[in-house]
Nanobody, 121 residues
Framework: QVQLVESGGGLVQAGGSLRLSCAAS????????MGWYRQAPGKQRELVAT???????NYADSVKGRFTISRDNAKNTIYLQMNSLKPEDTAVYYC???????????????WGQGTQVTVSS
């Protein structure tokens, strides 16, 4: 029901910046929340940041003050602005749509394919 396409990943030196984008195939205003998660090799996937359809945001402690999640409802897109990048930020970053309506008392979650972010020291 919802296709998510991430872009903007790449290779950057420590201290640099990147902006990730996630384009959704339907209005993100109709989705309860969207967010960014990441998974490094050999590690569990972890939450990076989320934003609700009401505009509330939540961040992992490890990225507070460095990353900013935002949305553009007209473009059905969310962004993750990443500043002061560190080598430990290296991971595949995934976009996620949460609470997509699928009928009475039903909702579904969707994942994007992911985009690689590599931060060199």
């Amino acid at each position: 029901q919802v296709q998510l396409v991430e872009s903007g990943g790449g290779l950057v030196q420590a201290g640099g910046s990147l902006r990730l984008s996630c384009a959704a195939s339907r209005s993100i205003g109709s989705i309860n929340a969207m967010g960014w998660y990441r998974q490094a090799p050999g590690k569990q996937r972890e939450l990076v940041a989320t934003i609700t359809n009401g505009g509330s945001t939540n961040y992992a402690d490890s990225v507070k003050g460095r990353f900013t999640i935002s949305r553009d409802n007209a473009k059905n897109t969310i962004y993750l602005q990443m500043n002061s990048l560190k080598p430990e930020d290296t991971a595949v970053y995934y976009c996620r749509a949460e609470g997509v309506y699928a009928g009475p008392a039903r909702s579904l979650n969707y994942w994007g394919q992911g985009t690689q972010v590599t931060v060199s020291s």
